[in-house]
Nanobody, 127 residues
Framework: QVQLVESGGGSVQAGGSLRLSCTAS????????MAWFRQAPGKAREGVAA????????YYADSVKGRFTMSRDNAKNTVYLQMAGLKPEDTAMYYC????????????????????WGQGTQVTVSS
């Protein structure tokens, strides 16, 4: 059974940093596309970042490029989202997800393509 558990959310002031973690179980973590999405109240879920097997390719939303970095530690079955230069508009529930395929593709930002989701971790950025 696939399980994804996020952690690391919290409240920070604008310009601050946070690192989110997502620990996975129930499948071969090192061999799949992993992604982070977020959803603010009243808004659709949006893709933040995605990374293919072994970090072969990474994708980022334009709104976070240069500020967020996705990485993975296969030994710990964990994927991270390092967030810097946080802005109030980054406030959202952040979710970890996987498609259980080797590579993410150009449509990585489409939430309907993902099969498994964590419960989310809240990030709140105050101005």
């Amino acid at each position: 059974q696939v399980q994804l558990v996020e952690s690391g959310g919290g409240s920070v002031q604008a310009g601050g940093s946070l690192r989110l973690s997502c620990t996975a179980s129930g499948y071969t973590f090192s061999s799949v596309c992993m992604a982070w999405f977020r959803q603010a109240p009243g808004k659709a879920r949006e893709g933040v970042a995605a990374q293919s097997t072994g970090g072969a390719s990474s994708y980022y939303a334009d709104s976070v490029k240069g500020r967020f970095t996705m990485s993975r530690d296969n030994a710990k079955n964990t994927v991270y989202l390092q967030m810097a230069g946080l802005k109030p508009e980054d406030t959202a529930m952040y979710y970890c997800t996987t498609r259980l395929v080797f590579f993410c593709d150009a449509n990585w930002y489409d939430s309907t393509r993902y099969n498994h989701w964590g419960q989310g971790t809240q990030v709140t950025v105050s101005s």
